[in-house]
Each structure stands twice: as structure tokens, then as C-alpha cells.
């Protein structure tokens, strides 16, 4: 059995982009996580210790974002979730990655890219 834990709305500050300007002046991004893990072990114990601690993994998240700028937003995608996956017990990790002010010369809400990655058998 997996449980599902969500932490929505991780604002980040970067210079992503393919654009001078975006490297130069930054902006905001806005991370959604979703892992998969049992977290019976923690329900049982009570203890911190036997769960993902979410204002940790957080703040490494935070700082995969807003370091080393890329180009890409699929890049900055797949380091959340390499982030994500380094607890042994995080089975799958859903991270969607957005980027409301985009350089788009249109009217538009946000641009988000969502990937989902799980760990593998060597992994384990």
C-alpha cells in the first residue's frame, strides 16, 4: 500500500531560462510535490523519525530550484525529483514545476510541467 503525501505552492526564486533576461533577472517558480510512501511505520510509532520530514525535504527542494540556473524547466523538474527520491522510502515522486510569468506574448494563467518519477529496482 502507498499513501500519498502533497506540499503545494513551494515558491522559488531563479534565473531558469533560455532568455539573458531570465538568467539575469530571475523569477518565481512554484513547486507541487506528491510522494508515494507508507506511512503506516510513522502512524505506528509516532515518531518523526519513521516518516518523510517534509520541512527538511522542503527546504532541499528550495534550494534545487534556486541553484545553478539551467535552460530548462524539464531539467529543473528532474532535480526536484532526484531530490525527492533520495529517501529510501519515497516509492514515487509527482512534481509539477511552475512558471507563471513565462516569456509568452500572450494572456495566460501559468505554464506547468508535471513529470512522475519512481525509483527503480536498483535503486533499492
Not at 531560462?17 to 510512501?37: I, P
Given at each position: ?55 527538511t525535504l522542503v527546504e532541499a527542494v528550495k534550494s534545487a530550484v534556486e ?10 523538474a528532474q532535480r526536484i525529483a532526484d531530490v525527492c527520491l533520495e529517501d ?37
Amino acid at each position: 500500500m502507498t499513501d500519498e503525501l502533497a506540499i503545494h505552492g513551494i515558491e522559488c526564486f531563479a534565473h531558469h531560462g533560455v532568455f539573458d533576461f531570465e538568467r539575469r533577472e530571475g523569477q518565481v517558480f512554484v513547486v507541487d510535490l506528491v510522494l508515494g510512501l507508507d506511512t503506516a511505520p510513522a502512524a505506528r510509532s509516532g515518531e518523526l523519525k519513521d516518516t518523510v520530514h517534509y520541512g527538511t525535504l522542503v527546504e532541499a527542494v528550495k534550494s534545487a530550484v534556486e541553484r545553478d540556473p539551467v535552460d530548462l524547466v524539464e531539467t529543473v523538474a528532474q532535480r526536484i525529483a532526484d531530490v525527492c527520491l533520495e529517501d529510501r522510502r519515497v516509492e514515487w515522486a509527482r512534481i509539477t514545476l511552475h512558471k507563471p510569468d513565462a516569456p509568452i506574448e500572450a494572456t495566460f494563467r501559468d505554464v506547468a510541467l508535471t513529470i512522475t518519477r519512481t525509483r527503480g529496482p536498483a535503486d533499492d
